[in-house]
C-alpha cells in the first residue's frame, strides 16, 4: 500500500512488529517503519497525566490508574501493547510524557543537544525504537545531506582550541563529549518528519552495525502542548 514513505529509499516501510524486528539493515537503508493509522484518544491520556519534571517517565501503573473515554482506552490499549512487544522482544523502552529536553547552549559555535542532528552510539549491538503519540514528532535525515560538524573547518579550529591538549588525544576528547555524534544539514537537506503513531527502527552506531547510523533530531515542541514518546 503506498504511503509517504513508499518512495524513500531510507525507509522500509513493514507492516507488522514481526517484520520491523525481524528485517536487516542494508546499504542506504537505516531507517524502518511500521506504518499504523491509531485509532484511540491520545491527547486525553496526555491531559489526564501528571508532568511532574520537564521529562516524566510514564509507568504501566501510571497508565493503568487513568480513568478514560473509550477512546482514552483504545489508545491505552495501543501503548500497553507496544510496551509489551518491545520488552518482550528484549528491550527496555520507556514512556515519556515531555514538555521539553535540556538544551546545550554553552558552546556557541555547535550544540549536542538533542535537537541537533546526530546519531545514537552504543558497545553493544542494538537499534533505537520510538514511536510519538502525541505532540511534536522527529525527523531524519539521509546520510548523504548531511556532514559531521567536527569535520566542518571553522567548527574543528575551535574544537582544536577548546581541546587545549596533546594533538594525539583530540579524537578521543571529541568522542568523549560527544561533538562526533552531530550532523550539519547540507542547503539541499529535505528532512523527513516521522509521523505520529508509527513506530521506528533506527540504525546506530556500534562495532558490528553494516550501515551508517540513522541521522536524526527532536523536533521543537508544539507551544503549550506535551509529547507523548515511547522510545527504547
Known amino acids: 500500500m503506498k504511503n509517504a514513505f513508499s518512495d524513500n529509499t531510507q525507509i522500509k516501510v ?9 528485517s ?6 537505516n531507517a524502518m517503519c511500521w506504518h499504523r493509522n491509531l485509532v484511540g484518544d491520545f491527547k486525553e491520556i496526555v491531559d489526564k497525566l501528571e508532568l511532574k519534571e520537564n521529562i516524566t517517565e510514564v509507568s504501566i501503573e501510571d497508565l493503568l490508574a487513568l480513568q478514560l473515554s473509550e477512546k482514552g482506552n483504545l489508545a491505552r490499549e495501543i501503548i500497553l501493547t507496544d510496551l509489551q512487544l518491545l520488552t518482550g522482544f528484549g ?5 515519556n510524557l515531555l ?5 546545550d547552549d554553552e558552546l556557541d559555535f555547535i ?4 535537537y541537533s542532528y546526530h546519531v545514537d552510539r552504543s558497545p553493544i549491538a ?3 525504537f520510538l514511536c510519538t503519540y502525541h505532540g511534536a514528532v522527529s525527523d531524519i535525515l539521509p546520510n ?12 574543528r579550529e575551535k574544537l582544536k582550541a577548546l581541546h587545549d591538549g596533546p594533538a594525539a588525544d583530540f579524537e578521543n576528547f571529541l568522542e568523549e563529549y560527544f561533538f562526533d555524534l552531530h550532523y550539519q ?36 515542541e508544539n507551544e503549550g502542548e506535551y509529547r507523548l514518546l515511547l522510545i527504547c
Not at 550544540?111 to 538533542?114: A, C, E, G, I, L
Open 144 to 155: 548523504d545531506q548531511v556532514e559531521q560538524k567536527i569535520l566542518i573547518p571553522e567548527i
Open 91 to 95: 528491550a527496555f523502552p520507556s514512556l
Open 111 to 114: 550544540s549536542t543537544d538533542v
Open 185 to 220: 544539514p547540507k542547503l539541499s537537506a529535505k528532512p523527513v518528519n516521522l509521523g505520529l503513531g508509527h513506530l521506528w527502527r533506527l540504525a546506530v552506531d556500534h562495532p558490528t552495525q553494516l550501515v551508517l547510523p540513522c541521522v536524526h533530531r527532536a523536533p521543537v
Open 126 to 128: 542494538t537499534d533505537t
Open 99 to 103: 514538555k521539553s529536553y535540556e538544551r
Open 24 to 29: 536487516d539493515f542494508h546499504g542506504v537503508m
Open 14 to 22: 513493514v507492516p507488522s512488529f514481526a517484520e520491523l524486528i525481524n
